[in-house]
């Protein structure tokens, strides 16, 4: 079965740098999540959408934004980047009737020197 | 912010043997879900709970909804060494954002063969 997609899997970017990740969801998913992992920790909620519009937000610094498109992937916009922003991203989708049920992508490692 | 208190943090059993870990919360919740992440991963939906008192079992793996709707329990059965793995209960609160999970600590497993 199609799973979640994520670009790029890994990323090395300069403090102050921006980065874009993308993120595709599963087909028929119509809501998409961001999330942020650091070592060792449980992941963090950043922000969602639902049909292309923002749902809920979560713990997201000012410094990134995120979108959702009319073919229903996601990108997250990250400026600014501080050396604390390392973390794996992760981006889950899920559909309107089983919208707990959240499929996570593999994750885009980013790294910030 | 709401909190799941997951645990134990880590267990290092027998190959063989079974496990039990629970997430608990003072808060009410609608959804509890159990994921299992590895290594540089996403986490992997295990069981999705959505009822009181629920029971569902997938393969080796029984997971409850508390009766209190403010806990949740895994039982893995007879662990083989591909168990290894942090798992994460997450749930969704009551009277919270539609999708919106709050991820416990996770409880890391080490299988000794």
């Known amino acids: 079965a199609a799973g979640v997609i994520q670009s790029p899997r890994h990323l090395i970017k300069e403090k102050r740098e921006t980065a874009t990740l993308k993120c595709y969801p599963i087909?028929?998913?119509?809501?998409v999540y961001w999330y942020q992992q650091g070592p060792g920790q449980d992941p963090q909620f950043l922000i969602s959408?639902?049909?292309?519009?923002?749902?809920d937000k979560g713990s997201i610094p000012d410094r990134f934004s995120a979108q959702q498109f009319s073919d229903y992937h996601s990108e997250l916009n990250m400026s600014s980047l501080e050396l604390g922003d390392s973390a794996l991203y992760f981006c889950?989708?899920?559909?309107?009737?089983?919208?707990?049920?959240?499929?996570f992508g593999p994750g885009t490692r980013l790294t910030v020197t | 912010g709401q909190q799941l208190n997951q645990s134990p943090q880590s267990m290092f059993i027998q190959e063989g043997e079974d496990v039990s870990m629970n997430c608990t919360s003072s808060?009410?919740?609608?959804?509890w879900l159990w994921y299992k992440q590895d290594p540089g991963e996403g986490p992997v939906l295990l069981i999705a709970?959505?009822?009181?008192?629920e029971l569902t079992s997938n393969g080796r793996l029984t997971a409850q909804f508390g009766i209190t709707r403010k806990d949740s329990f895994l039982n893995i059965s007879a662990s083989i060494p591909s168990d290894v793995g942090i798992y994460f209960c997450?749930?969704?609160?009551?009277?919270?954002?539609?999708?919106?999970?709050?991820f416990g600590k996770g409880t890391k497993l080490s299988v000794k063969p």
């Open positions: 889950a989708s899920s559909s309107t009737t089983g919208a707990y049920e959240q499929y």
């Open positions: 087909p028929r998913h119509d809501t």
């Open positions: 959408f639902y049909e292309k519009m923002q749902s």
């Open positions: 808060s009410i919740f609608n959804t």
């Open positions: 709970l959505y009822k009181a008192g």
């Open positions: 997450a749930g969704g609160l009551y009277g919270g954002s539609q999708g919106n999970l709050i």
